[in-house]
C-alpha cells in the first residue's frame, strides 16, 4: 500500500465503526417497513461486521484512484480549471469504489433493518442474495442507484474540501493544519449530505426491498415519486438529520485522521 492507500483505509475504518450506530438509525428512519419495524433503536450495531470488513479496502481503493486521477489530470488543468479535475478524480474514483461498496452495503443494511432472523452471517446474506437473484440483480442489486448517490454527492464534497482548503488560510490567517483540514471535511461532507439525502433514501429502499418487490421498484425518479406520494417531502428526505450529522462528524473525522496518517506517512519516509 501507497501512504494515500494506507491513510484513505484507516480514517475509513475509524468513521464507520465508530459512527455505526448514526447511520443504523439514518437506515431504519428510510425503511419501507419504518423505524420501529426496523428495530428502532435496538441493536444498532448490527451489520458492523460487513463495515468493518469491507471498510478499510473501500476507503484505500477510493483515494488511491482519487489522488492518481488528480496527479494525471492536473498537468492538463489551469489554476482555474482545477475545481473540474477534483470534479472528475471523485466521480471516478466514486465508480470503482463502489465495486467493493455496494455488496458490503446490501449486507450491512439488511442487517440493520433487521431483514434476517435468527443468526443469519453476512456472508449467509449475499450468498443468497447471490443464489436467488444473481451477480447483478443479487450481490450488485442497487450498483447504479448507489454510484448516482456517491457521484452527485463527492462532485459537491471534494471540490467544496479542495476550495476550503485552499482559501483557509487567506480567510483566517492561520496555517492549514489537521484540525483546520478535519473542519473543511465536516462542512463540505455536511453540505453534500443534505442535498444529496433523497438519492440515499432511494438506494436504501432498492437495497432493503425482497426479490418479488425488486422488480416493480423501477428507476430512482419512480421510486422517490411514490414516497413523496405516501409521505410527502418528509419521506423522500427521511434520515436527513442523522446522516447529515453522520457525514458532518465523518468527515471531520475522516479528512483529520487521512490528513494526519498522510503527514505521519510522509515523515515516516523521509527518514
Request: glycine share 10%.
Amino acid at each position: 500500500m501507497n501512504p494515500m492507500e494506507e491513510a484513505g483505509g484507516v480514517a475509513g475504518l475509524v468513521v464507520d465503526v465508530v459512527l455505526f450506530p448514526i447511520d443504523t438509525i439514518k437506515t431504519r428512519l428510510q425503511s419501507e417497513r419504518g423505524f420501529v419495524a426496523s428495530g428502532g433503536f435496538r441493536g444498532v450495531y448490527k451489520g458492523l461486521g460487513p463495515t468493518a470488513v469491507g471498510s478499510a479496502p473501500t476507503s484505500a481503493l477510493f483515494f488511491c484512484t482519487y489522488e492518481s486521477m488528480k496527479t494525471h489530470l492536473r498537468p492538463y488543468a489551469t489554476p482555474d480549471q482545477l475545481p473540474y479535475v477534483h470534479m472528475a478524480s471523485a466521480a471516478v474514483a466514486e465508480v470503482v469504489a463502489c465495486l467493493i461498496r455496494v455488496p458490503i452495503e446490501i449486507a450491512k443494511q439488511r442487517r440493520q433493518a433487521l431483514l434476517h432472523k435468527g443468526n443469519t452471517t453476512s456472508l449467509g446474506i449475499l450468498y443468497g442474495a447471490f443464489k436467488r437473484e444473481g451477480l447483478r440483480k443479487g450481490l450488485y442489486r442497487g450498483f447504479s442507484t448507489t454510484v448516482m448517490r456517491d457521484v452527485p454527492f463527492s462532485l459537491i464534497q471534494f471540490p467544496l474540501w479542495e476550495y476550503f482548503k485552499h482559501r483557509w488560510t487567506d480567510v483566517t490567517g492561520t496555517a492549514l493544519t489537521t484540525v483546520s483540514v478535519a473542519i473543511c471535511g465536516a462542512a463540505s461532507g455536511g453540505i453534500a449530505a443534505g442535498l444529496t439525502t433523497p438519492l440515499d433514501v432511494a438506494k436504501t429502499r432498492i437495497m432493503l426491498a425482497e426479490q418479488h418487490e425488486s422488480s416493480r421498484m423501477g428507476g430512482m425518479a419512480r421510486i422517490l415519486r411514490n414516497i413523496y406520494r405516501e409521505r410527502g417531502i418528509q419521506g423522500v428526505f427521511a434520515g436527513f438529520v442523522p446522516r447529515v450529522m453522520w457525514i458532518t462528524l465523518g468527515g471531520a473525522i475522516f479528512f483529520g485522521v487521512y490528513d494526519f496518517m498522510v503527514r505521519l506517512l510522509d515523515e515516516q519516509e523521509k527518514r
